[in-house]
């Protein structure tokens, strides 16, 4: 039995606010929950789980304090549409100061306004091995519910950072800063790079003319049919494809 | 003002026993909405609309019955989060008998259950210029809202079919089944084709072991970091983009 006092913290962390006030975030469903488990980085604090699923899951648990509870209370405290036997709150991440862009391949984010993008982006890089995004302030939360469902435990293994792009796409001269734009260079005769900067824009509004100008390369997925643009995580990934495979 | 009974009728529309027999589908928003009536192929019967949205886009709406509604009765007949000035309802299209594969390139899906994913392949669908989508009867259906707003007017672009995929896919003898697999060869290294069928897998399980066997090509998007698999649109992105350009 839950407490309601607890029921209006968990349900309250679905706020960025309250998430940054108390640095943390949740997480739900046995597959993430695994996946976030068996990640040294990832701290779990506490776990609030279905008998089921404790009984599953006892031996990966480690120390972790866990609280059984009815499907009722799950139902309560979960921000999904269809609750999952296990919900947890975790320490956010501590990634230290803004990365430098040296040495490795950084994916760039402007203004990212859906959670389901962002966190399918932390899963694209994730999968081809990009270990930090710098995201403009106004890109959606990290630790919104929905971008840590979408990251699918990937969000334990890419630093995600938010901060002026401007201000650090200038502090980071001397590596190409690759943008997706319209009209640019056909992607897929673009060499491979092992060092830059990727930069990928809002969904309807693109990248902006001050971004822009910062670009050493601009390139464009060739389009053959007649639809108006793709997906920012979908271009994300083909861009991601052809610069590093 | 609505009568109740429309706002009913429109209600239902969310459901697809009554989309089929009606043989319609509902369409929302003014981007998507100057998409469709621009479409020569989309069959626009009817539009509910803020005084606002008709008083800009008359010039564009032609015979098409116009109504104008409150906020309160778009609210109520909306299936978005954040209803958006306008709501039409649409004549399914009319495909016709189940396509050949001979001289093109076919995307064919088994068991999509993400309405997003489904919406946002068929967009990805008309960027690359394939024309049609051949669904198992499984697949998440192609007039749910959330698929057609996420076509973002695609739908009106690309055929999209239903049947059973092994009967089919045995049908069309002479032409390469391509499908991603996590074990494969190198979709880099393939080379780009001018026809063929290519098998996106469902989002958690993948290709079933009966489709697998009437692949003759099985390729895999090189994995660098440690992600578990891709999401189905971004694989299906990737992959078309490095077969077809």
Redesign the interface.
Known sequence: MLSKSRVKYIQSLGQKKFRETEAVFIAEGPKLMK?LLEEKSADVKEIYALKEWIDDNLHIVGNTSVTEISEADLEKISHLTTPNKVLAILNQFDNGKLPSAKGKVTLVLENLQDP?NLG?II?????????QIVCSTDTVDVYNPKVVQ?T???IA?VKVFYTGLPEWLTSQKGTSVFTATLKGK???TVSKISEGIVIIGNESKGISAELLNLADVKIT???????????A???A??IL??L??
Chains 1, 2 share one sequence.
Do not use: C, Y
């Open positions: 996946e389901g399918t899963r694209i890089a994730d999968w081809f091995g990009v270990v979408s699918m435990g990937s293994r056909d992607v897929t997925i060739p389009q053959i049919g007649k639809a108006e643009s793709l997906n995580a979908v271009a990934g083909i494809s052809h590093l495979t």
